[in-house]
Each structure stands twice: as structure tokens, then as C-alpha cells.
């Protein structure tokens, strides 16, 4: 299990200190479809506490190739869901750097 599967399950579970570990010290993630940017773990994470409060979280796909992994991501709960697609760049067995791109699903009313 690479650093990016460590980081969605850590994050599934709601355990942000365990998914801290996961980031490079110097982490960078984008959101380009929303235009946040998070420079610290701290922000990215708090993101997610928000996020994923009272949701249910499914890895559906992990490719990886060499230091690059991408990511499908369900998010869903209280009658909403996202597709979330991500490109994650590894450095030193961490993520240095990712992307994020949300979209949401149909209702799940």
C-alpha cells in the first residue's frame, strides 16, 4: 500500500493524524475546478474534516505509475454525492503534490 491508499483510508476512517503522515512536510493540493489551493497539511486536512463529517468514502480505483498515482473517489452521504478524481506526486514515500477535480452525482434522495 502506497502513501495515496494510506491517505484515503486514513481519511475514510476520520483519522486526520494518521492521514497527516501521508503528506510531504511541504504539501501542495489543488482544487483547479474551485481554484483552493492548501499549502499546508493542516489546511488540506481541515478540508476534508468538513468534508467528509457524517459521509461515507469509497476508493473505487489506485493507478500508479512510478512516482504518480490518480485516484476515483465516491463521496456520499445526507443526500449528496462527488466523484472525486486525483493525481497525487510522491516524494521521498509522501505526497508532495496533488490535484483534486470534484463533480458532483445525481441525488441520492
Not at 27 to 38: I, N
Not at 43 to 49: T, V
Not at 80 to 86: F, G, K, L, M, N
Amino acid at each position: 500500500m502506497n502513501a495515496v491508499a494510506r491517505l484515503w483510508d486514513a481519511l475514510g476512517a476520520g483519522d486526520l493524524a494518521r492521514a497527516a503522515d501521508e503528506l510531504h512536510p511541504h504539501a501542495v493540493v489543488t482544487r483547479p475546478h474551485t481554484g483552493e489551493r492548501f499549502a499546508s497539511r493542516e489546511a488540506y486536512l481541515a478540508s476534508y474534516a468538513e468534508l467528509l463529517a457524517g459521509r461515507r468514502l469509497e476508493v473505487r480505483h489506485v493507478v500508479t505509475e512510478g512516482r504518480t498515482v490518480a485516484t476515483e473517489v465516491v463521496i456520499e452521504g445526507e443526500g449528496r454525492a462527488w466523484a472525486v478524481a486525483s493525481f497525487f506526486r510522491l516524494h521521498d514515500g509522501r505526497i508532495l503534490q496533488a490535484v483534486e477535480y470534484w463533480v458532483g452525482l445525481p441525488d441520492r434522495a
